[in-house]
């Protein structure tokens, strides 16, 4: 079993419509978790991280925790066309290393 | 506050030598991760670096080494190039000074093209 595990997509969402991404983990004494947006050609750019249970909001991505189901979810309102990218997830606990997922492929269709 | 920076950003070698890469991260900053990433396989870990100490270490041969000075730059090395090396290597800075998600969040270079020919 993956530690970390992302749908590789590709997800496509119509122009203005909200674009779900979802990501289970393994290790249930995971701590942090992060989601990075990853452009073709460049490196991952963090876009938010969360560590408690509920919801986290900024700007138009909310990104969503449950610990119980092992469950991690990024939202994208009002998705446009510069948001189609690959977006990570990553999990840490404790100074454990930072393990990432495969990666969601996000294509907004305008 | 300057980013993290990784030299070179390209690099081409043939099977068999052996290469080393740089990285400086962001000031303040004590923490340095290194990753291989190819298409299909993802963010593959190599190594975490916190002040001059290995801290972690993932899953690969023992021709992937590293170092990290007094200034927390870091550097990696890979010896013995095969062709199967050939990847994007991404480092990682953080401050990992605490068990909160801000403290561990971790912020990517622009990464080393590496092509072994």
């Known amino acids: 079993q993956k530690e970390v595990e992302q749908n590789s997509g590709p997800l496509s969402v119509p122009e203005g419509a909200i674009a779900s991404l979802n990501c289970t983990y393994s290790d249930r004494g995971s701590q942090s978790f992060f989601w990075y947006r990853q452009y073709s050609g460049k490196s991952p750019e963090l876009i938010m991280s969360i560590y408690s249970n509920g919801d986290k909001e900024d700007g138009r991505f909310t990104a969503q925790l449950n610990k119980a189901s092992q469950y991690v979810s990024l939202l994208i309102r009002d998705s446009q066309p510069s948001d189609s990218a690959t977006y990570l997830c990553a999990v840490t606990g404790g100074y454990q290393k930072v393990t990432f997922g495969i990666g969601t492929k996000l294509q907004v269709i305008p | 506050k300057a980013g993290v920076t990784q030299t070179p950003r390209y690099l081409i070698k043939t099977r068999g030598q052996q290469v080393t890469l740089s990285c400086s991260p962001i000031?303040?900053?004590?923490?340095v991760s290194w990753y291989q990433q190819t298409p299909g396989q993802g963010l593959q870990f190599l190594f975490e670096y916190f002040s001059e100490t290995q801290r972690n270490k993932g899953n690969f041969p023992g021709r992937f080494s590293g170092r990290q000075f007094s200034n927390s730059r870091s550097e990696m090395n890979v010896s013995t190039l095969e062709l199967g090396d050939s990847a994007l290597y991404l480092c990682?800075?953080?401050?990992?000074?605490?068990?909160?998600?801000?403290?561990?969040?971790?912020?990517f270079g622009p990464g080393t093209r590496l092509t072994v020919l």
């Open positions: 990682a800075s953080s401050l990992r000074m605490g068990l909160a998600a801000a403290d561990n969040e971790q912020f």
């Open positions: 000031s303040g900053h004590r923490s």
